[in-house]
C-alpha cells in the first residue's frame, strides 16, 4: 500500500453501496440524516442533488451554517434546474446540468475524494435516461473500496438493486398530500 494510503479512511475501510427507493416520502431526507451522522464522525461527504436546482431547500440553507471544520468536508452540488423535471419537460439544459453533476459525482468516487458520496435522485436520473445506467453500474462496480454510495430516489433500476449492499424501499401508507395539504416549508423542502 502506497504511503498516502495508509492514512486516507477510503483505503482503511469498506464503504458499501446503498439505495433509498419507493414511492414514500423520507428517501433524501434519510439520506441527509446518514450525512450528518458521517460528518459528526469526521468522514468528507458529497451531496450531488439530481433534478434539483436553486437554493429553495431547507436543507441548502442549513448546509450554509455549518462549522468551518464541516464545510471543509462536506460539499453540495446542485445538478439540475430549479424546476421538477419529468419525461415530457426534459430539456437540453437538464441533460448539461445532470451531466456536469454526473462528472463531478464520478470523478470525486473514483479519486476517492469524499467517504461518502450521496447522489440524490440518482435513480430518477437513471429512470428519465439522463444517466447512462452501463456508466453508473461500471463506476460502482469499480468504487474504491472505502467509499460508501447511496442513490436516493423512486423508480431504481433493478439492476442498480442486485449490485446493492443495502436497499430500503420506502412506501406511502398514509400522505397528509391525500387531504390536499401542499408541499411545507421546512417539512418537504
Request: net charge negative.
Amino acid at each position: 500500500m502506497e504511503q498516502n494510503q495508509l492514512h486516507n479512511p477510503c483505503f482503511n475501510k469498506i464503504g458499501y453501496i446503498q439505495v433509498y427507493t419507493g414511492n414514500g416520502k423520507g428517501k433524501t431526507t434519510a439520506s441527509l440524516g446518514l450525512a450528518l451522522r458521517a460528518l459528526g464522525r469526521g468522514w468528507k461527504v458529497l451531496i450531488v442533488m439530481f433534478t434539483k436546482g436553486g437554493s429553495n431547500y431547507g436543507e441548502i440553507h442549513s448546509f450554509s451554517n455549518l462549522s468551518d471544520d464541516i464545510k471543509n468536508r462536506f460539499k453540495v452540488i446542485n445538478a439540475g434546474l430549479d424546476r421538477i423535471v419529468y419525461k415530457n419537460n426534459i430539456n437540453d439544459n437538464d441533460r448539461s446540468e445532470i451531466s456536469k453533476g454526473w462528472d463531478f459525482a464520478k470523478n470525486a468516487i473514483q479519486n476517492c475524494e469524499y467517504e461518502l458520496v450521496i447522489l440524490d435522485e440518482a435513480n430518477i436520473a437513471l429512470d428519465l435516461g439522463l444517466i447512462d445506467l452501463e456508466d453508473m453500474l461500471n463506476t460502482l462496480k469499480n468504487k474504491p473500496k472505502g467509499v460508501e454510495i447511496v442513490l436516493t430516489g423512486r423508480n431504481a433500476p433493478k439492476e442498480v438493486i442486485e449490485i446493492a449492499h443495502l436497499v430500503s424501499e420506502i412506501h406511502p401508507v398514509k400522505h397528509y398530500w391525500d387531504i390536499g395539504v401542499e408541499a411545507r416549508e421546512g417539512v418537504e423542502y
